[in-house]
């Protein structure tokens, strides 16, 4: 009975991983979404067989997901369960602020399983190593999305090592995944990937972790990013 709860689902990567999971009969998901008031046609488009909970979780806004992390818990603690697996997709002006807080409240709500995974979505350019690139070259793009996502990172680092320690999470994996160019409305019409094949990778990726993994950097296809 794999628990995933996932930001961000209404449309883009979020709205795929959904469509990817609801294949499962024996999968939950918690699918957050900004408001419960806006487009979700696509989002409620879908259907099982897996269970499907769409819950309203403004990630900029720390009251929503204190009401979001709440909400979950009335529904998971119903049946006994917990989040395997959380999915810190929406993005864009809530990279750091949005993961920190979310992971902050589901656990304070104790609904982080002992092994969770928790993925963080970051980006190629959040990558210091290639941002800096060779000598004269023009690697250093987007500045302040690369930089919010580079705190993104760091975030990640923290959790990995404070859900132990601190949160007593003895087997939790925090990661971040840059999810590749997709094809979404951030990334444009000229990415070389469709969400379907960015999604695919990033679930192989997920579900091969292993506790090793703790604190690393992925590419959406599973190999390892420089930081
Ligand atoms: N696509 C790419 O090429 C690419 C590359 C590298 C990294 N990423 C990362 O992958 C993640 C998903 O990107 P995407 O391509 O799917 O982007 P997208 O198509 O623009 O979708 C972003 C999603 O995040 C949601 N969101 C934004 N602010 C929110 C908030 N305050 N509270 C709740 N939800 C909020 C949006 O909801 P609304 O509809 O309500 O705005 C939407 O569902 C992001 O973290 C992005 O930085 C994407």
Redesign the pocket.
């Known amino acids: 009975m794999p628990v995933y709860c996932i930001?961000?689902?209404?449309?883009?990567?979020?709205?795929e991983f959904v469509r990817q999971l609801a294949a499962d009969a024996d999968t939950t998901i918690i699918a957050?979404?900004?408001?419960l008031d806006?487009d979700l046609s696509d989002l409620r488009a879908i259907s099982g067989p897996a269970k499907i909970h769409i819950l309203a979780?403004?990630?900029?806004?720390p009251e929503s997901v204190r009401r979001f992390a709440s909400e979950a818990k009335s529904i998971l603690g119903a049946a006994n369960l917990q989040v395997d697996f959380l999915l810190n997709?929406?993005?864009?002006?809530?990279?750091v602020i949005?993961p920190a807080k979310t992971v902050e409240f589901l656990n304070a709500e104790s609904l982080l399983s002992a092994n969770v995974r928790i993925v963080n979505?970051?980006?190629?350019l959040a990558s210091m190593s290639e941002s800096l690139g060779a000598e004269g070259n023009t690697f250093r793009q987007c500045c302040t999305y690369s930089i919010s996502?580079a705190g993104l990172n760091m975030l990640a680092v923290h959790q990995s090592g404070d859900l132990r320690k601190k949160a007593g999470l003895t087997g939790a994996v925090v990661i971040v995944v840059?999810?590749?160019?997709?094809r979404?409305?951030?990334?444009g019409p000229n990415?070389v990937l469709e969400p379907h094949q960015s999604i695919a990778g990033v679930l192989n990726v997920v579900h091969g972790l292993t506790d090793k993994d703790n604190g690393s950097f992925y590419l959406y296809d599973g190999t390892q990013k420089p930081w």
């Open positions: 930001t961000g689902t209404n449309r883009g990567l979020g709205l957050g979404t900004r408001s806006g979780c403004d990630t900029s806004d997709n929406a993005g864009i002006r809530v990279n949005g979505f970051t980006s190629g996502k840059d999810p590749g160019w997709v979404t409305r951030m990334g990415a």
